[in-house]
């Protein structure tokens, strides 16, 4: 425990939670992003491997809070509906997951925010994707795009969202199943990390220390996201997809 703090000074630690309590509050409004607000915000001054510890306990239980919103039976058909995608994301998230300390972390950075900012733009020009029903072979590459990068940062919401959105889910749907989409990668993630050795004896006191300021922050967004209409809470998504991607692009342009 001495070790990880001993990297950061006291304004350090509250910058990490207030970092958190933000993401949280994003999380609660969108259904997404508390990993690229935290990942974002934490390496300015931790080191990623250190940041992508850091964020895995808050994600994991902000996610089975935001699933189990609207009950068990809503969360567990949420899950039959988008078995192929949980799947795929599953394998390639662990697989990908013992990349972390091996790929450079510019070219994780860049790989990341480079699409966000493409989808993003595309959708707030007026450009839409639409799909009439589920499509199994798409779900099955975007559900494997989606853990691959999800093993090698814990961001796995921008291909997520994409998908989401081109079937036109209903905002609460749709956070309900990022939620549930999310919560079973990330403890997914917490065991191929686990087993990665970026969450150990170290980092682990980090992620726990930040998991209060999420969820307060959660709680806090979902009472936003119950006041905004769909439209609102859909350019709401694609701003803070946008927002993000150009900050992940900065930080891999500058590592």
Request: charged share 10%; net charge positive; proline share 5%.
């Amino acid at each position: 425990m001495e070790d990880i703090f001993s990297q950061m000074t006291p304004l350090a630690f509250v910058a990490a939670c207030g970092i958190g309590l933000l993401a949280g509050v994003v999380k609660g409004v969108v259904g997404f992003a508390m990993p690229m607000v935290l990942i974002s915000g934490l390496t300015v001054f931790l080191p990623p491997e250190t940041a992508l510890a850091g964020l895995i306990l808050p994600t994991v239980v902000t996610n089975v809070m935001q699933a189990l919103r609207q009950g068990v039976g809503a969360a567990w058909q949420s899950v039959r509906k988008f078995r192929v995608f949980l799947l795929c994301g599953f394998v390639t998230l662990v697989l990908s997951a013992q990349l972390v300390r091996v790929l450079p972390i510019n070219v994780l950075l860049l790989a990341i925010g480079l699409p966000i900012i493409g989808f993003a733009l595309l959708q707030l020009s007026g450009w839409a994707f639409r799909m009439a029903r589920q499509s199994l072979p798409v779900e099955a590459v975007v559900g494997g795009f989606a853990g691959f990068i999800g093993g090698l940062s814990g961001v796995w919401g921008p291909p997520t969202v994409a998908y989401l959105t081109a079937l036109g889910t209903e905002k609460h749907e749709q956070v309900r199943a990022q939620g549930v989409i999310y919560g079973l990668g990330a403890v997914a993630l917490v065991g191929a990390h686990v087993s990665s050795g970026v969450l150990r004896a170290e980092t682990l006191p980090l992620s726990l220390a930040l998991v209060p300021s999420a969820v307060v922050g959660m709680w806090i967004g979902t009472r936003i996201l119950d006041r905004i209409d769909q439209k609102m809470f859909g350019r709401a998504t694609l701003v803070v997809l946008l927002v993000a991607g150009l900050n992940l692009v900065r930080r891999g342009v500058l590592a």
